[in-house]
DNA sequence: ATATCACTTAGAGTTTACTTCAAGTCAATA
DNA sequence: TATTGACTTGAAGTAAACTCTAAGTGATAT
């Protein structure tokens, strides 16, 4: 599969999927003979994961360093779950954070929809 | 209220209120003689807001361009409600995202736990 | 009196995550 | 054969949201 194919399927430009190359989140992915990327399935499968992550925002730098304890094998499965429940709670933070601000938006809408006219801002 | 007092009470520095400030976001904040700022109570409602946004990732410009209507008064109404709906949507498929990777993190985490040494990364 | 501390300003610097640029290769089509 | 289009590279540029610096003021503690 090509770049062109990988960065359309997953809503990704191909200048970001080679970013994440670069930054050793994904691949490096084998090259023909024409210097030209094929991605397999297992890349496929890396990408979807990344992408999964980043669009929670996790950073790239937890997840390069994730990646790099994986290739780190057995011997840092402790590690890695330390630092899974870590970024696990940072999204619980975020989530219950970004569940608030729906709730008020919800709240503010309703208000707009029913014509009631708040002075307050929100 | 001086500014370190609401500094701390919100867990944002000194100089992000400022710059909230500077932005548009919030004050302008009256000052006594001396030129420094006395938070009123309004100003910590609104500070409240903002900070409740932020955290969810709505972007300032968005903040700013919602007060600047607000203080355009009652005929922004209707761009009000449309730029509110517009945010709940983008903040939905957020907290959508942010819930499938929350999930696969816990499913991860999980396999950890009972020790299945899974070869995929997640 | 002098030092300390919190405040003030304008403006420069930093971080994160891309994104764009310039220059080039290669295969296919007009 | 010439041009089109997708790919390649390293490096420079950008946007958003802070964050820090330098220089200064003014009230209070020693």
Redesign the pocket.
């Known amino acids: 599969m ?4 990988v ?1 359309k399927e997953f809503g ?11 930054e050793g989140l994904i691949g490096p ?1 084998t ?1 023909g ?6 991605y397999t399935e297992e890349d496929i499968k890396r990408i979807q994961f990344v992408k999964c992550m ?1 669009s929670a ?6 997840l390069k360093r994730y990646i790099q304890l994986f290739e780190g094998g057995d011997k840092t499965v402790k590690e890695r779950r330390e630092i899974l429940v870590e970024q696990r709670k940072i999204l619980k933070e975020k989530l219950d954070a970004m569940q608030e601000a729906y709730n008020r938006l919800n709240y503010k809408i309703d208000l707009y929809d029913k014509n009631i006219l708040d002075k307050n801002l929100m």
Chains 1, 2 share one sequence.
Do not use: P, V
Request: glycine letters at 6%.
């Open positions: 090509q770049i062109s194919e960065a990704l430009t191909t200048d970001t999927l080679r970013y994440y190359e670069r992915i090259k003979k024409n210097g030209i990327r094929n980043r925002g996790l950073e790239i730098n937890f």
